[in-house]
């Protein structure tokens, strides 16, 4: 996959970790993106390391959009954990 197929998985899977764990982050489209782009190299690498599940370069690939929306979730709950508290509210 090109890098602009990565960060419009990364935005996909982003939208759709906030849409799992609602709540107030900051960021907006820009913080999601960031969030999922990551999120899906984290989530590629942990399924081929610890899944021995290797991430295919297909676009529509199943394993791929799991692994990316799972890294995702991983990422952002670990961003709470960490700066969850950091706003005022």
Do not use: C, Q
């Amino acid at each position: 996959m090109s890098i602009i197929s990565w960060i419009v998985l990364g935005l996909l899977a982003g939208i759709v970790a906030k849409i799992l764990l609602p709540g107030r982050d900051p960021g907006g489209l820009i913080g999601t993106t960031i969030i999922g782009v990551i999120g899906a190299f984290v989530g590629g690498w942990i399924s081929a390391r610890f899944l021995d599940r290797p991430i295919t370069n297909e676009f529509y690939d199943g394993a791929t959009w799991a692994a990316a929306i799972g890294g995702s979730l991983v990422l952002l709950v670990v961003y709470r954990i960490f700066f969850g508290h950091s706003r005022s509210r």
